[in-house]
């Protein structure tokens, strides 16, 4: 029978992608592994690998179609022996384009109702813990078939993903029926993390009606940025800790230390040492070190350390993991590579989930100093601004001008209490203003 294959979730923050090019034809056969096309997700171009092999029999969603749904039928494959002519016109139907609309409720019932389109593909099963069952489309169907739970079946594809032979040599037992539940009246949905609350589109552009402006579409990434820090702004209870820090003791440091590193071709930033900071930091006051899970805080015991990259159209926050126990030379060395595909759209969704504390630093730009926003569900960021020629009181008492950059701390209240921020942002500066305590 043939096989739809649907359009995957290749990051955590997926719903919709581009299918940018497709990589095979109809009638290419592919063998598990094979990449099939490349798509872009809200934050990347990635890769599609085939989990079955079979023939190309029709590709339903063509190169370049933007906003097509995860899960969404993006072609169909062939087992052996099957022909275009066994592609049911059900599948062959094109997905809705992502700017069309619901459809009118009694639609709706029509569409369940329909036999065809019940059996198309099983829902993805769960287990009794209730956690999803990874396998692929024609692995479900034969399972149902045959009477089998897949929960008791081991799966050998990518990620333990049940395929077609785990299926066909299964001697699992036939799933249990469960008596259907009784009925009961959806519960009301919170409203979704969509785009930021406000006028309508219609609305804005009636206000602006005789003047001169372009209309500028919004793409995954843009989307995607809105939604999470509007979600950041109206569900994370920020507060704000502020630092000067002197920072001529780290200029002397940094400039004797690229002049004995130049003959490895390293030369470090002001940035590398601030993530080192942060890393220790998160080290030395350890109950800082703490992201928000909801109903509870999860302690992390490595430094993962966040550094946003403007990109074109918005940014990544990528990851430098186990901080604290790279040197100088190997957090440089890993941001530059990691900026560096941050900006070609090459980055893998593990080098820029997680982390429980970001860096973003605009000094660079000649900010002084501004608030940053948390970045869910880190428990909390830190704003770098420029460092600047002042006049300050010496410890003698005598006036002097030092190199001074300005820092803000934007705390998770629900992660991070005051006192303890207070803890981990002197931490940090302690770290700048002694940098060779770095080393030891």
Known sequence: ??????????????????????????????????????????????????????????????????????????????????????????????????????????????????????????????????????????????????????????????????????????????????????????????????????????????????????????????????????????????????????????LKFRSQLNKQLEGRGVKLSVNDFIIKACALALQSVPDANAVWAGDRMLKLKPSDVAVAVAVDGGLFTPVLKDAEMKSLSALSSEMKDLAKRARDRKLAPHEYVGGSFAISNLGMFGIDNFDAVINPPHGAILAVGSGVKKPVVGDDGELTVATVMSVTLSVDHRVIDGALGAELLKAIVENLENPMVMLA
């Open 1 to 250: 029978m043939p096989t739809e294959i649907l359009m995957p979730a290749l990051s955590p923050t997926m719903e919709e992608g581009t299918l940018a090019k497709w990589l095979v034809k109809e009638g290419d056969t592919v063998n598990s592994g094979d990449i099939l096309a490349e798509i872009e997700t809200d934050k990347a171009t990635m890769e599609f690998e085939a989990v079955d092999e079979g023939t190309i029999g029709k590709i339903l969603i063509e190169a370049g179609s933007e906003g097509v749904k995860v899960n969404t039928p993006i072609a169909v494959l062939l087992e052996e022996g099957e022909s275009a002519d066994d592609i049911s016109s059900a599948s062959s139907a094109p997905a809705p384009a992502a700017e069309d609309k619901a459809p009118a409720k009694d639609e709706a019932k029509a569409a369940a109702a329909t036999p065809a389109a019940a059996s198309a593909a099983p829902a993805a099963p769960q287990g009794s813990d209730g956690k999803r069952i990874f396998a692929t489309p024609l692995a479900r169907r034969i399972a149902a078939d045959k009477g089998l739970d897949l929960a008791q079946i081991k799966g050998s594809g990518p990620h333990g993903r049940i395929v077609k032979a785990d299926v066909e040599n299964a001697t699992a037992k036939p799933a249990e029926k469960v008596a259907p539940a009784a009925t009961e009246a959806p519960a009301a949905k919170p409203a979704a993390a969509g785009m930021p609350a406000g006028p309508g589109a219609e609305q804005v552009i009636k206000m602006y009606e005789g003047r001169d402006f372009e209309e500028v579409k919004l793409d995954g990434m843009r989307k995607t940025v809105a939604a999470r820090l509007t979600e950041a702004k109206q569900t994370i209870p920020h507060f704000y800790l502020r630092r000067d820090i002197k920072l001529d003791a780290l």
